[in-house]
T-cell receptor, first 112, second 115 residues
Framework: GEDVEQSLFLSVREGDSSVINCTYT??????LYWYKQEPGAGLQLLTY?????DMKQDQRLTVLLNKKDKHLSLRIADTQTGDSAIYFC????????????FGTGTLLAVQP | GAVVSQHPSRVICKSGTSVKIECRSL??????MFWYRQFPKKSLMLMAT?????????EQGVEKDKFLINHASLTLSTLTVTSAHPEDSSFYIC???????????FGSGTRLTVV
């Protein structure tokens, strides 16, 4: 199947690190993505990782990829209240650019 | 950076009427655009792939006659919800990929409410 799974909810305190996990299904996915969605808004691309990489860091964001276990994670360092949003991971099955399969989304709540 | 503009952002219509949603790539050409639907507190479901100059490719379970897609130019795709019903109320989002390594860019979404 093409189910991409995430935990539904994560609550952290401001200043702590957040780790959002994702399990995907298609081992041939060339790129894996993390998107952020604020209430009533579209999706903002946060970062992506190519399937031959294990880790990618971009400022406060760190993506880890375990291809063997088909596990992807997003770590947000020094989480701020402005980081509160829904985070979606997405895979591009078959290595094609034709469509994205989205995860179920994780609601991140940052407590002041 | 690549920008996808989507209009309108919000629309309320009566049952039985049709609504057109536009998706434009502002600074790049997109031979392919994608239309997603998002239910409240749910993930995004791909509805169809819009192909410039040819027919759209619909995902299983999506009614072609209900959700008409037209991709007449390299920068514009439209989704028309025909004979809208309250169950069509949802958040519709379009996207395009400027180039494979960049990542998909999404429009800001359209909140459709059918009354």
């Amino acid at each position: 199947g093409e189910d991409v799974e995430q935990s539904l909810f994560l609550s952290v305190r401001e200043g702590d690190s957040s780790v959002i996990n994702c399990t995907y299904t298609d081992s041939s996915s060339t790129y894996l993505y993390w998107y952020k969605q604020e209430p009533g808004a579209g999706l903002q691309l946060l970062t992506y990782i190519f399937s031959n990489m294990d880790m990618k860091q971009d400022q406060r964001l760190t993506v880890l990829l375990n291809k063997k276990d088909k596990h992807l994670s997003l770590r947000i360092a020094d989480t701020q209240t402005g980081d509160s949003a829904i985070y979606f991971c997405a895979e591009s099955p078959g290595g094609a650019t034709n469509k994205l399969i989205f995860g179920t989304g994780t609601l991140l709540a940052v407590q002041p | 950076g690549a920008v996808v503009s989507q209009h309108p952002s919000r629309v309320i219509c009566k049952s039985g009427t049709s609504v057109k949603i536009e998706c434009r790539s502002l600074d790049f050409q997109a031979t392919t655009m994608f239309w997603y639907r998002q239910f409240p507190k749910k993930s995004l479901m791909l509805m169809a792939t819009s192909n410039e100059g040819s027919k759209a490719t619909y995902e299983q379970g999506v009614e072609k006659d209900k959700f008409l897609i037209n991709h007449a130019s390299l920068t514009l795709s439209t989704l028309t919800v025909t004979s809208a019903h309250p169950e069509d109320s949802s958040f519709y989002i379009c996207s395009a990929n400027p180039r494979q390594s960049y990542g998909y860019t999404f429009g800001s979404g359209t909140r459709l409410t059918v009354v």
